[in-house]
């Protein structure tokens, strides 16, 4: 997994409705890049909720959230359908991103058709200021908020 400090790689994906984004788009604002590991699944499911729940939250702050997985256009969009996922979901089905950010398993890990669950606080500049294994789904959105709040404060 790459580390806070230096630039965050690119990316153009498309999401779940099919529009391409792109990070270069999100210039000017922070943006939450949000790796799930697979679709309609418990863990992936509560965490989405969580940055869900707390989407005003973010967006008052200036940020953008974005999930990202390996899984198809189609599995996305029936995940945000499922869940009232108002947020980008983008679809490395290729994993070329996901090997960029370090997020993909080596083949002999035991689910290595799943990328890591990892979170990147990325600032209005491009750069890579927190990086997140994430170990508990649910609370996990709510200290990246608490993060962001902090940055956003010290930045002026």
Not at 52 to 62: C, H, K, M, S, T
Request: proline letters at 6%; aromatic letters at 10%; one cysteine or more.
């Amino acid at each position: 997994m790459i580390d806070a400090g230096g630039p965050a790689p690119e990316l153009s994906l498309p999401d779940h409705t099919g529009q391409t984004v792109a990070l270069a788009d999100q210039r000017g604002r922070w943006v939450v890049l949000w790796w799930f590991p697979k679709a309609m699944t418990n863990g992936c499911t509560r965490e989405g909720q969580a940055f869900r729940d707390l989407a005003g939250e973010f967006a008052a702050l200036g940020a953008t959230i974005l999930g990202i997985s390996f899984d198809t256009v189609e599995d996305n969009r029936a995940f945000a359908e499922a869940n009232g996922f108002t947020y980008p979901l983008l679809s490395d089905v290729d994993r070329r991103v996901g090997r960029a950010y370090g997020v993909e398993r080596r083949p002999d890990d035991e689910k290595p058709d799943y990328p890591w669950r990892a979170t990147f606080l990325i600032d209005p500049e491009g750069r890579v200021r927190k990086a997140y294994r994430v170990t508990d789904a649910a609370s996990h959105p709510a200290q990246v908020l608490e993060d962001l709040r902090a940055l956003a404060a010290a930045a002026g």
